[in-house]
């Protein structure tokens, strides 16, 4: 026998509307592709020295800039996973209530 919790959760998209799953699943492939661009990016970073990104900079300079752009990236990167997890929560909300429906016919 099994146990757990349960609970409902108000999920907000903002300024997203979507009509069909099939839009909902394509908004989710566009989601990891910004998603994978991100981590390519992060994967340069750390194998690139300061002078292989930016050249005729001087050492602090570059690793300001640096440090600023992996930052964005970071916070871009925790967007689109966040963004990601709503959507197939949302994915499957819709799924689940196509499936209620089907069973009510």
């Known amino acids: ?5 349960d609970f409902k959760a108000d999920i907000f998209l903002s300024r997203q509307s ?3 799953k099939y839009e909902v699943e394509d908004k989710i492939k566009f989601t990891d592709e910004l998603i994978t661009d991100c981590e390519k990016k ?3 970073y750390a ?3 300061p002078k ?7 050492i602090e300079n ?3 800039w640096l440090n600023h752009e992996v930052t964005d ?3 871009s990167y925790r967007e689109f996973i966040l963004e990601r997890y709503r959507l197939e929560l ?4 819709m799924v689940e209530n196509e499936n209620k429906e089907t069973l009510k016919d």
Not at 52 to 58: F, L, N, Q, R, V
């Open 52 to 58: 292989d990104i930016i050249s005729g900079e001087t």
């Open 18 to 20: 979507y009509t069909t």
């Open 47 to 49: 194998s690139a020295t």
């Open 73 to 75: 990236l970071l916070d």
């Open 62 to 64: 570059c690793v300001d």
């Open 1 to 5: 026998m099994a146990w757990g919790t």
């Open 42 to 44: 992060l994967q340069m």
């Open 90 to 93: 949302y994915l499957d909300f």
